[in-house]
């Protein structure tokens, strides 16, 4: 069956950096879109970036841009989520999804990362 397993979260403080890994497994994952959304505590979930299958497209929301890169590599059914200068605004549950039609259509367990002094 599809799964989809993120880690690489935890507390880390403002300005620092993290890397979010998702390991995909019971799909092709050579030809599946994939993306990252966040849940922070007590807002609505929200779209963070995504990648086409190819990995040549990528998109972000605005409040990433220019501090996260997503990334793939198929070979090993992975995806990544590499988040520099992080803020408290980033604290959230973070979920790998696999993108059908430009949406969310598969979430992960979701992992926290929390940005604190």
């Known amino acids: ?11 880390v403080q403002p300005g ?5 890994s998702c390991a995909a497994s019971g799909i092709i994952f050579s030809i599946t879109d994939m993306g990252w959304y966040r849940q922070a505590p007590g807002k609505q979930r929200e ?9 040549t497209l ?4 605005d409040s990433v841009k220019g501090r996260f890169t997503i ?12 988040m520099n200068r992080l803020t408290s605004e980033d604290t959230a549950v973070y979920y790998c999804t696999i993108v059908r039609r430009g949406s969310p259509d598969f979430w992960g367990q979701g992992t926290q990362v929390t940005v604190s002094s």
Do not use: F, H, P
């Not at 620092?16 to 979010?20: E, K």
């Open 1 to 11: 069956q599809v799964q989809l397993v993120e880690s690489g979260g935890g507390l």
């Open 16 to 20: 620092g950096s993290l890397n979010l």
């Open 47 to 55: 779209w963070v970036a995504s990648i086409m299958s190819t990995g």
């Open 58 to 61: 990528r998109k972000y929301s």
């Open 71 to 82: 990334s793939r590599d198929n070979a090993k059914k992975m995806v990544y989520l590499q």
